[in-house]
């Protein structure tokens, strides 16, 4: 049977990309964290010291980037010149500059090109903020992940406590309104629920729960047997 392109759009903090990883773990697919792409060239903009708001310097550093994806029993890796920074690219400081660097239109065009090509043969759970209306519009079947602004924002708080970093719920919910907001009124690729999206509203809901719901819909439109 041919393996067909899930994706999974919503703000952030609702979980896309766990519940995506998961999803492609139990439909033995492959998982594309849109994300970590936009995230890595933010990363190198902050250590060249590139004013992310400059979209002709940030556009002038493409040129110069090489980004590669490596995938380790599952896991993707995200590497960026020959340099794995998987880890680096999850800093609260790349978190507060990604929206702004996403919603460059060159920086958009350089990755979905990227990304298109990466999902072409199918196979493929993708997570972001355009998946399913930009880069592969035409997918199979599409989620759009959403919850209460709070409960996004104690989520993304226990990530970066997990990794030693303790920043105030008050601070982390209006980190996550100002994403919000600007994503979803940026001229490149606003965040939009696609018209044939199935919405999912993940407040009250387990990762385990969101991840059922996924693949049971999967399952049952595409005759996949457990």
Do not use: C, W
């Not at 190198?44 to 380790?72: C, F, K, M, T, W």
């Not at 010149?81 to 999850?90: A, C, F, P």
């Not at 199979?140 to 602004?149: D, N, P, Q, S």
């Not at 965040?191 to 991840?211: G, H, R, W, Y």
């Amino acid at each position: 049977m041919k393996k067909i392109i899930i994706t999974l759009d919503g703000p952030a903090g609702s979980g896309k990309s766990t519940t995506a990883r998961e999803v492609a773990k139990k439909i033995n697919y492959t998982y594309l964290d849109t994300g970590a792409m936009y995230r890595a060239i933010t990363l190198a903009v902050l250590e060249r010291q590139i004013n992310p708001g400059r979209a002709a310097d940030v556009i002038a550093l493409l040129h110069h980037l090489q980004l590669s994806l490596n995938y380790e029993n599952g896991v993707q890796k995200t590497f960026l010149n020959g340099r794995d920074v998987s880890e680096d690219i999850r800093t609260m400081a790349v978190t507060q500059n990604v929206s702004v660097i996403s919603g460059v239109r060159e920086v958009r065009e350089f990755l979905v090109k990227q990304q298109r090509e990466i999902g072409k043969q199918g196979g493929f759970v993708i997570d972001g903020r355009d998946a399913g209306t930009v880069i592969f519009p035409n997918a199979e079947l599409k989620f759009f992940l959403t919850a209460k602004v709070e409960e996004r924002a104690k989520r993304r708080q226990k990530e970066m406590a997990a990794k030693g970093v303790h920043v105030p719920l008050d601070e982390m919910i209006a980190d996550i309104q100002s994403r919000d907001e600007f994503d979803s009124t940026r001229a490149e690729s606003p965040l939009i629920k696609a018209a044939d999206a199935i919405e999912l509203d993940n407040s009250a809901m387990t990762i385990e729960e969101q991840v059922d719901f996924i693949v049971n819909v999967f399952r049952s439109r595409f005759a996949v047997s457990a």
